[in-house]
Every structure is written in structure tokens, then in C-alpha cells.
């Protein structure tokens, strides 16, 4: 099971963070870190609306990926983590509109299936840092979240939730992390 150490996901977010100031690096930015702090899908950063977001009392609903249901067809709520309501709060101000109100648009990009362009530069930062070349680098930041979740003593249950798995035997690759495993 492949996933970034605390200290590269450290350097990724400051790499991403550091290219803020353009639009499209801000993007990245906020993607990046809901994907660490959340494990959500790259579908569903990309299908993510506004609506679906709570910034008062840090809820987020999983209702789509990209344009259509999540993978288990079931819309799922979340708690957001507390550092990114700031992160959220700045880039709801500085967010292109776009017709359905997505938080992380792609422009004149937006295809169903989020294409090329749903990689939103995330390999050639992660090339430039120097860090490992995953075949899917979303779904590294995946694993990446629940890796972290289940070492810092998180409960794989609550994590099947968080992760939307409709089966605890998908879950169950991260149990061997866990502090008493």
C-alpha cells in the first residue's frame, strides 16, 4: 500500500500552496488539501458543489462524482476537518462561478469524466518535489488520508464510512496500520 509521509504531504501542500497566487494554483491548492484531509475521490473533489458545503457547521456532503452519483450510488455526509474552513472561506471568495456551482471548476475544461485536465497539475508538482510518480496521484492522496487516519488510531469502521466503502473487506487493506494491529 503506497501513500506520502507526513513530511512529503508537508511539502506538497506548501509547494501548492506557494503557487496560490494564479488561479489555477489555487485550485490545486484547495484540492489538494481537501483530498489529504478528506480521502475523498478524485471524482468527487471535482463533483463537489458549494451547496454541498457547510462552512458554519463543517459538514460536507459526498453527493457526486463528477457529474453523476458517488461509486456507491449513495450520497454520504463528512465532517469537514477544521483547517479547511479558512482554506475554504478564502477560495469561496476567489472562486471562478461556474453552472453548477462547483467548488473546484476547470473552465471551458469541465468534461463528465474530468479527462486530462482533472489532473489539475498534481503529477508535474509531485515530479518537481521529487516525490514517487503514482499511476493515479488522487488516488494516492487517498490512500495517503486513510493510511494516516488509521495509524493516528482511527477506527476502520468509521473510516468505511468516511471512505464510502459499501463493503468493510475494502477497508480493511489499511487495518495492518494500526497502532495495535
Not at 29 to 54: C, M, P
Not at 128 to 155: E, I, K
Amino acid at each position: 500500500l503506497d501513500f506520502l509521509s507526513r513530511e512529503e504531504v508537508r511539502r506538497l501542500l506548501d509547494a501548492a500552496q506557494s503557487r496560490a497566487a494564479t488561479q489555477s494554483g489555487q485550485t490545486l491548492f484547495v484540492a489538494i488539501s481537501l483530498a489529504v484531509h478528506t480521502g475523498l475521490r478524485k471524482g468527487e473533489l471535482l463533483g463537489l458543489r458549494w451547496i454541498d458545503l457547510d462552512l458554519e457547521t463543517r459538514r460536507l456532503t459526498v453527493a457526486r462524482s463528477y457529474q453523476t452519483t458517488p461509486k456507491n450510488g449513495r450520497a454520504r455526509p463528512l465532517r469537514l476537518p477544521s483547517i479547511l474552513v479558512p482554506i475554504l472561506r478564502e477560495w469561496r471568495e476567489r472562486c471562478p462561478p461556474s453552472l453548477d456551482g462547483l467548488l473546484l471548476p476547470l473552465g471551458r475544461r469541465e468534461s463528465k469524466t474530468g479527462g486530462d485536465d482533472a489532473m489539475l497539475g498534481l503529477p508535474k508538482l509531485m515530479a518537481g518535489l521529487g516525490l514517487r510518480q503514482a499511476l493515479h496521484p488522487w488516488h494516492l492522496l487517498r490512500h495517503t488520508f486513510a493510511s494516516h487516519f488509521v495509524m493516528n488510531g482511527g477506527n476502520i469502521l468509521a473510516l468505511q464510512k468516511i471512505l464510502g466503502h459499501s463493503d468493510v473487506k475494502m477497508t480493511m487493506i489499511y487495518a495492518h496500520l494500526a497502532p495495535d494491529f
